[in-house]
């Protein structure tokens, strides 16, 4: 079993970046997904990275601002957001799962995921 620890978050201003990680012991052989929760809103998820990190995937709506990577030899993962705005205040959490049968696969739904961080505020404001 896995422990995930997310990292990285805080108040930042309109167009900044912010990278936020997401470490645990062997999670090298996990793929990771982020998801987000923002203020009365269901948890959803924003992207993924398959465990080799060869293959990863976005929600639309995040392409070309969220990018997820990893380091598989300091185990963690990270996800850096750009242009923030407002509407990226969330809680945002990443999670692992060893489900997926191949280590090029991955996608960001809930269900595939066993192992949840304890997520990390990220509040966007002038």
């Known amino acids: 079993q896995v422990q995930l620890v997310e990292s990285g978050g805080g108040l930042v201003k309109p167009g900044n970046s912010l990278r936020l990680s997401c470490a645990g012991s062997?999670?090298?052989?996990?793929?990771i997904g982020w998801f987000s929760q923002a203020p009365g809103k269901e948890r959803e998820g924003i992207g993924c990275?398959?465990?080799?990190?060869?293959?990863?995937d976005y929600k639309d709506s995040v392409k070309g601002r969220f990018t997820i990577s990893r380091d598989n030899a300091k185990n963690t993962v990270a996800l850096v957001i750009d242009s923030l705005k407002p509407e990226d205040t969330a809680v945002y959490y990443c999670?692992?799962?060893?489900?997926?049968?191949?280590?090029?696969?991955?996608?960001?739904?809930?269900?595939?995921?066993?192992?949840w961080g304890q997520g990390t505020q990220v509040t966007v404001s002038s």
């Open positions: 999670a692992a799962s060893s489900q997926f049968y191949s280590p090029n696969d991955c996608d960001y739904e809930e269900y595939e995921y066993p192992y």
């Open positions: 062997g999670l090298n052989y996990y793929a």
């Open positions: 990275i398959s465990s080799s990190g060869d293959y990863k």
